[in-house]
């Protein structure tokens, strides 16, 4: 019988498709990735510390796991990602029933040190790594098998004064526009016929390498049946009118811009060493306004609340903000203190657990506008004709398919037996929601 792992994500996009990518290396080794399992031979899981709570969450997964292990000496454990990168020795030490700790770049050694556990030695490779050393998209499991995702820069050197990642992910590194090219051609000879590239800070694609960011956008849009191209996360600061006309030229560049404005108030953002002012953050946005992509533009940012010395003329800023940009979607946090990062220099590393009810009453206020926002902004396409790709059945309705507009915009409707998922259908919108939209098949495409 094949061995079963288990495969799980916490944390971003790039987190997912690290995952994807070991997914298809335990593959390789002859295992079957299951989404469960009472008896898995291998639990692989991969970490994120950009916030305090999934490291919370770590550690109570490895103490149940460890039960496991008491039964099933032979099951594996791996911890990969951010987690590992950041306590290396310290998991092994606290959890020494854990086999192999790896951080983000010693992730392509997997099936070494698959052997090397096999053989009974556990393994720590926190390595940083300056090298692509293999191609980044591997085979992906059936449920990704219209949409993939390339990393074309690795790390980040923005140093923004609360994050972690730069510790984690170690310094900027791009890959070369010819290699990603040939990626992204091999996804679709395999029938991927939509790809979002990835880098922490993807403006600042091909620094090192004398290349640029809109020449890897039009490059990559020329790939024969590449249907769907969209890009995260573009920060503020390296921002130019340049992608704003890659969206107006470039046909299959989805209208979809993640923008992470962090906060609104200029005091804050320069304690967050952001690198704008808020003017300048919304002159980008008054750029897209008056494009010919902001019709169709989904626009979506991320919020931390509760940042040292926020007090509330700064969150009245941020709401200011909020109105003004019109975003379709924030993703907003509590500031959670992470260790070795400018603001746990300057402010501690402690939660300020006095005033998290009050960042938590902010946090809700800017999360409940934010819906409001997003619904009226959806409530504009009721009765327009959109075209959908299709990934499978709904989550919240499970008579429903579900899919994404090139927008990104999750879309429910109700199926028939001829759409499968990786086909593009069109759809007309019914409903609109806060965070997703209902309609109707008028046709089946492809
Ligand atoms: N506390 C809260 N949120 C954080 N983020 C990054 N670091 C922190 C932190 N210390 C958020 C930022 C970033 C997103 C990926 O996570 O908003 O854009
Ligand atoms: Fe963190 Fe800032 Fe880099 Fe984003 S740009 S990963 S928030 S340091």
């Given at each position: 019988m094949m061995k079963k792992a288990v495969v799980l994500t916490f944390g971003c996009q790039m987190n997912e498709h690290d995952s994807q990518r070991m997914g298809s290396l335990l593959e390789s080794a002859g295992y079957k990735v299951v989404p469960c399992s009472t008896t898995p031979d291998m639990v692989l899981i991969n970490t994120?510390?950009?916030?305090g709570k999934p490291e919370q969450k770590l550690s109570q997964l490895l103490s149940n796991l460890k039960k496991d292990k008491n039964q099933n000496p032979n099951m594996k454990i791996i911890v990969a990602g951010c987690v590992a990168q950041q306590k290396g020795e310290d998991l092994i030490n606290k959890f020494p029933f854990v086999d192999v700790v790896i951080g983000p770049d010693g992730e392509e050694k997997l099936l070494e040190y698959l052997n090397q556990i096999n053989k009974g030695v556990s393994v720590i490779d926190i390595n940083f790594n300056n090298e692509f050393s293999y191609a980044e998209t591997l085979v992906m499991g059936p449920s990704h098998n219209s949409h993939a995702y390339v990393t074309v820069v690795k790390g980040c050197d923005s140093f923004c004064s609360y994050c972690i990642v730069p510790y984690v992910r170690g310094r900027e590194r791009s890959r070369i526009i010819k290699e990603i090219k040939e990626d992204v051609k091999g996804l679709v000879k395999k029938g991927f016929s939509s790809v979002t590239l990835l880098g922490q800070n993807i403006a600042r694609f091909g620094r090192d390498n004398n290349e640029d960011f809109q020449s890897l956008l039009n490059e990559i849009s020329q790939v024969d049946g590449l249907k769907r191209l969209s890009f995260l996360t573009s920060h503020p600061k390296d921002f130019s009118k340049k992608i704003i006309k890659c969206f107006e030229e470039l046909p299959n560049l989805c209208p979809m811009l993640h923008l992470p404005a962090q906060h609104g108030s200029n005091k804050i953002l320069k304690a967050m060493n952001r690198g704008y002012t808020r003017e300048q953050y919304l002159d980008i946005i008054a750029e897209l306004r008056s494009s010919k992509v902001w019709d169709k533009l989904s626009l979506t940012t991320d919020i931390i609340i509760g940042?040292?010395?926020?007090?509330d003329d700064d969150f009245k800023d941020l709401m200011d903000l909020l109105e003004r940009a019109y975003f379709d979607n924030s993703y907003s946090f509590i500031y959670s203190p992470r260790p070795k990062t400018k603001a746990v220099e300057l402010f501690?590393?402690?939660?300020?657990k006095a005033n998290r009810p009050l960042f938590t009453k902010r946090l809700l206020t800017y999360q409940g506008r934010q819906k409001e926002l997003a619904l009226e902004k959806n409530k504009r396409l009721e009765g327009v004709i959109l075209e959908v790709l299709v990934e499978g059945f709904s989550q919240k309705d499970h008579n429903k398919l579900t899919g994404r507009t090139s927008s990104g915009k999750v879309v429910n409707f109700v199926g028939d037996k001829n759409i499968f998922p990786g086909s593009y259908v069109m759809i007309k919108i019914i409903k609109a929601h806060p965070t997703y939209l209902s309609g109707e098949v008028l046709n089946v495409k492809s």
């Amino acid at each position: 019988m094949m061995k079963k792992a288990v495969v799980l994500t916490f944390g971003c996009q790039m987190n997912e498709h690290d995952s994807q990518r070991m997914g298809s290396l335990l593959e390789s080794a002859g295992y079957k990735v299951v989404p469960c399992s009472t008896t898995p031979d291998m639990v692989l899981i991969n970490t994120c510390s950009v916030r305090g709570k999934p490291e919370q969450k770590l550690s109570q997964l490895l103490s149940n796991l460890k039960k496991d292990k008491n039964q099933n000496p032979n099951m594996k454990i791996i911890v990969a990602g951010c987690v590992a990168q950041q306590k290396g020795e310290d998991l092994i030490n606290k959890f020494p029933f854990v086999d192999v700790v790896i951080g983000p770049d010693g992730e392509e050694k997997l099936l070494e040190y698959l052997n090397q556990i096999n053989k009974g030695v556990s393994v720590i490779d926190i390595n940083f790594n300056n090298e692509f050393s293999y191609a980044e998209t591997l085979v992906m499991g059936p449920s990704h098998n219209s949409h993939a995702y390339v990393t074309v820069v690795k790390g980040c050197d923005s140093f923004c004064s609360y994050c972690i990642v730069p510790y984690v992910r170690g310094r900027e590194r791009s890959r070369i526009i010819k290699e990603i090219k040939e990626d992204v051609k091999g996804l679709v000879k395999k029938g991927f016929s939509s790809v979002t590239l990835l880098g922490q800070n993807i403006a600042r694609f091909g620094r090192d390498n004398n290349e640029d960011f809109q020449s890897l956008l039009n490059e990559i849009s020329q790939v024969d049946g590449l249907k769907r191209l969209s890009f995260l996360t573009s920060h503020p600061k390296d921002f130019s009118k340049k992608i704003i006309k890659c969206f107006e030229e470039l046909p299959n560049l989805c209208p979809m811009l993640h923008l992470p404005a962090q906060h609104g108030s200029n005091k804050i953002l320069k304690a967050m060493n952001r690198g704008y002012t808020r003017e300048q953050y919304l002159d980008i946005i008054a750029e897209l306004r008056s494009s010919k992509v902001w019709d169709k533009l989904s626009l979506t940012t991320d919020i931390i609340i509760g940042f040292p010395t926020e007090n509330d003329d700064d969150f009245k800023d941020l709401m200011d903000l909020l109105e003004r940009a019109y975003f379709d979607n924030s993703y907003s946090f509590i500031y959670s203190p992470r260790p070795k990062t400018k603001a746990v220099e300057l402010f501690g590393d402690k939660e300020d657990k006095a005033n998290r009810p009050l960042f938590t009453k902010r946090l809700l206020t800017y999360q409940g506008r934010q819906k409001e926002l997003a619904l009226e902004k959806n409530k504009r396409l009721e009765g327009v004709i959109l075209e959908v790709l299709v990934e499978g059945f709904s989550q919240k309705d499970h008579n429903k398919l579900t899919g994404r507009t090139s927008s990104g915009k999750v879309v429910n409707f109700v199926g028939d037996k001829n759409i499968f998922p990786g086909s593009y259908v069109m759809i007309k919108i019914i409903k609109a929601h806060p965070t997703y939209l209902s309609g109707e098949v008028l046709n089946v495409k492809s």
